[in-house]
């Protein structure tokens, strides 16, 4: 009991302080996070590592278009979303899955085939409606800023079947602008904020 009696202010005081995680999280930077990933700049995702491709492989023809091609049965890898580098307008042939980790929330704006347009936030505030994992159809256009404090995010994204970098297009601006004039505003903003663009093949993402 005597224990239990001491122990209770200790407690107490521990919790009303800020969380461990909680306060490394608030001390990284991005550039220690590039560093300690090993990131690297990406055509299309800010800064990336793959993380995991399948060794086991699809033949060619073994699934309908647009997956024909054939390729590593998955692939995954970590992404890094800053104010200068967001996610841009890009399009993938295959189903892939963000995922939460780390940081400010995304906002995210997915361009669907027949028209439409949805906006979505990946973070960490269940409450507030925002998404920890979420589902990119598919060939579905899509770019994504920070909202929040407008740090980071530190994110991952697996796709399935595996991603090559053919599997990548970058979407034309204009053109999408046109078909969904609802977002062209935010298309284009998040396009001019890109400062931090690598050109050569992007990874998936």
Not at 18 to 31: F, Q, V, W
Not at 89 to 95: G, K, P, Q, S, T
Not at 169 to 174: A, V
Request: net charge neutral.
């Amino acid at each position: 009991m005597l224990a239990l009696t001491l122990s209770t202010p200790a407690l107490a005081r521990g919790a009303r302080k800020k969380p461990i995680g909680d306060a490394m999280n608030s001390e990284l930077t991005a550039n220690e996070i590039v560093t300690l990933l090993n990131l690297e700049p990406n055509a299309t995702c800010g800064f990336v590592r793959v993380t995991y491709v399948a060794k086991q492989t699809l033949a060619a023809g073994a699934l309908p278009p647009p997956l024909e091609r054939g390729g590593p049965l998955g692939s995954g890898l970590y992404f890094l979303v800053t104010p200068e580098a967001p996610v841009r307008l890009h399009r993938i042939r295959n189903d892939q899955l963000y995922h939460y980790y780390l940081g400010d929330p995304l906002e995210l704006f997915l361009l669907h085939a027949d028209g439409g347009t949805e906006r979505v936030v990946v973070g960490p505030d269940l409450r507030g409606g925002q998404r920890v994992q979420l589902l990119i159809p598919g060939n579905t256009f899509h770019t994504a800023r920070l909202l929040g404090r407008g740090r980071w995010f530190l994110g991952a994204s697996t796709e399935w079947p595996g991603v090559v970098p053919a599997d990548v297009e970058i979407g034309d601006l204009e053109e999408l602008a046109k078909k969904y004039p609802d977002v062209a505003s935010d298309l284009r903003s998040i396009a001019a904020s890109a400062k931090v663009v690598k050109p050569a093949a992007p990874a998936p993402g």
